[in-house]
Every structure is written in C-alpha cells, then in structure tokens.
C-alpha cells in the first residue's frame, strides 16, 4: 500500500478511536459533574488536533500487528529459499510492461501511478471541505455582527433586572455586557459584538411581564461569558471544521454543546432555584421562544428541541463546583498517557504468524517452477554457499568490496548486493540477509552527493561512470519499502533527486539516432545499449516505487534499444557501430523489448522472437569457451527469459542451473578477464538463480 495512504488511514484510525473514548466517556459520567464531561470533549479534540504531528515520531509506541502484510515463512535448511519478488506475469507480456506503462505490441498506455491518486483526491476534497466550513463560519458572525448592532437596547427595566444579577453575582468573573431586544422568534443567546460581549432577549421578557424568567436567562447567559462559553464553543467549531467529515466528529461536538448547557442550567439553577428555573425554561419553550436557528458564532438559551432533555437533566442532583486542581491535573495526565499511546500506535513491519497468501508468497520461485524439486533445493544450498562468501566481503560501513579495485566499484556491487539478498529472502525479518542488506542500503545512500548523482564510495571524490548512478538508483527503488517508515521516506526524496539525474542525462542533447539512451556520464551526448539497459531498469524500479516519471522517457528509450537489435535478432553495442552481436547484449536487448511489452505476434516484425531464438541459440555448450562478459550475461538472459513462455524458459533453466552449480567454488564463482572479479561474478549468478524485476 503507499505510504502516504497508509499513514492517512492509520491517522483517521486513532482519531477514531479517541473520539469514540471521549464519547463512552462521557455518556459513562453523566451524572456526575458536568466540568469532567466539558474538559474531556475539549482534551479530545485538542488531542486528535496533535495527532498528525505524532507522525513525526514513528518509532514511538506500540506496533499493531493485524495491520502488518503477511511475511514469508522462513525456508528450511533443506528447502529452497522463499524468493521475495513481485509475481511474474503468466500472460508471456513483459516483465515490467505493467510497471513502466507499455501495453501490447509496444503500444504505450497509461502508466500505473501517473493518474490522480487516491491520497491526492482525498485530500483536495478534505481542504475543500474545511474551506467551505471556514467560510460558512466567517460569513455567519459577520451577519450576526450585522443583526446585533441594528437591534435596539433593553429598556430600563431590562437594564434594573440585569444590574440586580450582577449584584447577586458579584464574585463571579465578567464585566457588564450589552443587553439588546429582540424579536420573539430569537430565543435568548449572549455573542461578542465588535470587542464587546452581549445578551440578547426576545422582546416578550424584556417587556417586564415575566421577571423571574428574565433572571433565570440573564443568570444562564452570565454563566456562559464567565465560564468564556463563546471561546469554548467557537474552538470546537475549529476542530470540527478540520474533521467535518467524521461521524463522531459532529457527535462530539454536539455532546461538547449540550454540555455547556447542562453547565450554565446547573449553576443559573444554584442561583434562582432549581424548580424556579425549571418552570421558566418551560415557559420560555411555551411562548415558542427560539423558533429561530441559533445564530453560529452564539451561546443560546432555550432551544425549544432540547428543552425536554435539559427539563429532564434538571431533576438530578448532580455537583457542578469548579473542579480542585489536583484531581483536574491527575486526570489530565492520565488522559495524557492514553493519547500519547494511541498517537504512538504503528503497524508491523511484518507478520509471520500465517502463510503468506497466494499472491505474493515465494514469487522468486516462479523463475525455478519449471525445475523438478531436487534440483531447485541443489540451486538453494548453492545460493548459501554463495552468500557465505559473499559477506565475507562486506565492510565495517556496509559496503561490498574484495579488493581496492572493487572499492572503486562499491556503490554498484553494494547495490547488486542488497538486491541479490532482497531476491533470496531478505524481507523476511527473521532472514540471516535482512541486517545485512539494510547495511548495504544504507552504503549506497551514503554514497550520493548533493547533486543527486551516487559517486562510487562514500569517499570518492570524482563521479564514477552511469553505470554506478544507474545500478545504484535500482538498488534503491528496489529495497526502499523494507527500510522503517521514517528513513523510508528521506531515502524515497533521494531516489526521486537520483531519477531526476537520469531524466536530464536523457535529454542531453544527441544525434537522432542516440535520442533516448544513456552512455558513461550525465552529459553525455552518445548513447550505447548497455548503459541505457541499466537506466531503464532503473526507472522502471522508481517507477514501481511511486516515484512520478514521464511517460515520455521511457517511450523513448525503448525507441532507442530497438535500433540497435541486427537482423539475427542480437543486438549491436551503439546504433552506428558494427552489427556484431552477443549472447550478452542480446539478453538486454530481449529484457528491454519485453519490457516494453512486445510479443512474437506483434506487428515488430517478430523482434522478441528473434531475439529469444538467438539467446537461447547462443548459450555455451560444456567445455566451451566462456567471454569476458559471460556472468555478466547470466543475469540478463534470466532477467530477459523470467516472462518468456514456458517451453523456452524450461529449455534455458535446464542448462542453466547445471552450467552454474559446476563452476562454483568455495568462493562463489571465478574472475572472467578483463578485471570483472569473483566478487561481481557471484552476484551476478545469485541474479540469474532469482531475477529481479
């Protein structure tokens, strides 16, 4: 799932879940007093405010396992190791046609990833949603603003009523606040009115013809200036304007409000009598008092829909004293403790308490499916020989070197490394491969500069060659969802800057028939099939990663590898160089127009036939002669063949697996010429037994 829309539901998750608290809460403590249930609406919502910058502090908190993908079941010693790569397609299409965007017959589509996404809907319309909140609320106080200043004062016997209640009040806090008349259909509120506070009365009680009700109004409204209701009231709009969209959002907020009612009835009660009060608020709902919405931006009195609720409230005895300091304080550490757990809750990284499910479960072995079970657990026991000695070789920074000249190539053969284990098992959290791959990952990250571009070690002062960059950056987007989420996304900002090397290195301008490729450095302006293999690997990787890449540059590049395929279906190295061909060079050929989604039927005129009919024609027989790049060629022939047909898949694993199992040492396999070490030569026939994406 992407992380972003997994943070966004983990995120309404714990809101939920405290919001649903704070209302058992309250309905759990109704009848004691009404400041708990008050303190607890207003502590929720201030915590569920603070919930997305907890996002912050991943690793704080418990991790919740049912919300964890399904991790692979450990292989056993004699089994063969559980592969973790995406399932290759069955349909004979390309291996990364669904990853890059190439349909059928290399006819571009729409790529995964470059729609709107989901987050990205979701979002629009949550700020939509809170605008229209914002505005709804700004346009409604400057209209009460409006309707208050064009009413006229109380008379002078409202004024004597409301002066004989402060008196009374004298201890409670507030100054004198404005009294105005107004029409009956307005029931009592109090609102600020320019810096002013204010208390609005239907004309019907300013008139004097019920005293003892306009006392138990003016007691209630006083009661919520000095317990500043207004604030209290005008902030939970706040947060609810920020989840509009939750049911238990607007439960809340409802439950806050009659909260502040039940308040102010409980303490104007305490001043004029309880069944005094009770008999006013009745006669207030009789007259119709309140027929009129209360004005947003206002605290009312008497709306007649809720006075049976608050008539019934009335007849429990229930304290509403301020609350002591030392119980309010243990309280709110308590409720403290519990936000700061719900906040800190994290899925796991993994589970491992079922099978993995039929999906994803053991993809690498899919490459090995057409062997029988003997020879595939022969091909297991070979790749741990094989990773024994290969981490042999890794150093205190997590880099893969076996000599200086290796550490003049450490960022590709650390890259190559990290994903060789990635592909024998290392997601699995209990795999002998996991620490150490992350190690690598973590090298070749250290490895990129400022520009974007990765140099070949952390110390190395000079680029080395787009080899390096490109092996590097799929490396990355190929191991980046097994790093912990907070690395995961500074290593997700450093793959989209190393993608953004590839993209310009591209655009270089070239001759017509170089458009698309890549050669040795960023600008570069030639273009050969090797290293533009590599950059379109890498892209791909990204592209699977999330990262936003136009459609356009892979069009291209496949436009350019088709130029250098010869007429017996190999490939040459450059478009104007000499039409030679090589099992090598055919295989990333192949791999590259299946990417690009071609079939043998298409109307290319058979290019991926051809190709694979070369590749399979030119594997060496026993005894043979081996080239320079013959390893080298594994990794691709198994790549370019992982999504070829069954009968020529079986027929290339047939001589594969023997051809390797009897050149193995005890250090993995040999140096061909040319310098290409044991060392690399090993990683390359760990990708060949489990090619990856």
Not at 228 to 237: A, C, N, Q, T, V
Not at 399 to 419: E, P, Q, Y
Not at 465 to 474: E, F, G, L, R, V
């Amino acid at each position: 799932m992407n992380d972003d829309l997994t943070s966004l539901l983990l995120l309404l998750g714990k809101a939920t879940l405290l919001l649903a608290a704070a209302l058992a809460a309250t309905r759990a403590l109704a009848r004691v007093n009404p400041r708990w249930r008050l303190l607890i609406c207003e502590w929720t919502a201030a915590a569920v405010l603070l919930l997305p910058p907890a996002l912050l502090f991943p690793g704080f908190g418990p991790a919740v396992p049912f919300w964890a993908p399904a991790a692979p079941a450990a292989a056993g010693d004699g089994a063969p190791l559980d592969l973790q790569l995406d399932p290759l397609p069955a349909d004979g299409g390309g291996m990364l046609a669904a990853e890059t965007g190439f349909g059928a017959g290399g006819q571009s589509r729409e790529p995964r990833g470059r729609g709107v996404s989901i987050v990205f809907l979701a979002s629009a319309l949550y700020l939509a949603g809170v605008a229209a909140f914002s505005l709804y609320r700004l346009l409604a106080k400057r209209r009460l603003r409006r309707e208050v200043c064009a009413l006229p004062e109380a008379g002078a016997g409202a004024q004597s009523v409301l002066d004989a209640v402060l008196a009374a009040r004298a201890a409670a806090p507030g100054g004198r606040p404005l009294l105005f008349v107004a029409p009956d259909s307005f029931g009592p509120f109090c609102c600020r009115v320019g810096g002013g506070e204010a208390i609005v009365v239907p004309g019907s009680l300013a008139g004097g013809g019920d005293r003892e009700a306009l006392t138990s109004v003016l007691h209630h409204e006083l009661q919520h200036l000095a317990n500043r209701d207004l604030l209290r009231i005008g902030l939970m709009f706040g947060f609810h304007a920020s989840l509009w969209f939750h049911p238990l959002a607007w439960a809340l907020r409802r439950r806050h409000a009659a909260v502040v009612e039940e308040l102010g009835d409980r303490v104007a009660a305490a001043q004029v009598g309880r069944e005094r009060y009770r008999s006013s608020l009745a006669r207030l709902a009789l007259k119709g008092s309140g027929t009129r919405p209360q004005p947003l931006g206002a605290v009312g009195f008497s709306r007649t829909p809720d006075i049976l609720t608050r008539l019934r409230l009335l007849t429990r005895s229930v304290p509403h004293a301020p609350l002591g300091g030392r119980r309010a304080t243990g309280a709110a550490a308590l409720a403290t403790l519990f936000a700061l757990l719900v906040s800190g809750i994290r899925p796991a990284e993994a589970r491992t308490d079922r099978a993995p499910d039929s999906g994803a479960a053991a993809a690498g072995n899919a490459f090995l499916a057409e062997l029988g079970g003997g020879m595939r657990a022969e091909v297991a026991v070979s790749a741990r020989r094989a990773f024994g000695a290969l981490l042999a070789h890794q150093d205190d920074d997590g880099g893969f070197a076996a000599s200086d000249a290796d550490r003049a190539n450490a960022v590709a053969l650390t890259a190559l490394a990290a994903t060789a284990m990635r592909a024998h098992g290392g997601a699995d959290p209990d795999s002998p491969y996991r620490e150490p791959m992350r190690r690598a990952l973590g090298f070749v990250l250290n490895c990129q500069r400022d520009s974007g571009v990765f140099y070949p070690s952390p110390e190395a002062a000079r680029p080395g060659s787009m080899y390096h960059h490109c092996i590097a950056t799929w490396g990355v987007a190929s191991t980046l969802d097994l790093l912990p989420r907070g690395e995961r996304r500074e290593a997700r900002r450093r793959l989209g800057r190393a993608v953004d090397v590839l993209v310009a290195a591209q655009s270089v301008p070239k001759a017509a028939a170089d458009q698309g490729g890549w050669r040795y450095t960023e600008t570069s302006r030639d273009s050969d099939l090797s290293c533009s293999v590599w950059a379109l690997r890498a892209l791909a990787a990204a592209r699977r990663a999330k990262i936003e890449i136009p459609q356009g540059v892979f069009d291209d590049a496949i436009g350019y590898v088709k130029r250098t395929q010869n007429d017996d279906g190999g490939f040459r190295y450059t478009v104007a160089g000499p039409q030679r061909s090589s099992l090598e060079r055919a295989a990333m050929g192949l791999y590259c127009l299946r990417a690009g989604g071609m079939e043998p039927a298409s109307d290319d005129r058979g290019s991926v036939e051809r190709a694979t009919a070369f590749v399979l024609g030119h594997l060496p027989g026993e005894g043979a002669a081996r080239g320079p790049y013959h390893h080298y060629g594994l990794l691709w022939s198994s790549a370019a063949l992982a999504s070829a047909d069954a009968e020529a898949k079986g027929r290339y694993l047939r001589w594969l697996v023997p051809h390797c199992l009897s050149s193995q040492n005890e250090a993995g396999w040999g140096a061909d010429g040319r310098g290409l070490g044991g060392l690399l030569n090993t990683l390359c026939v760990l990708h060949a037994y489990a090619p990856a994406p």
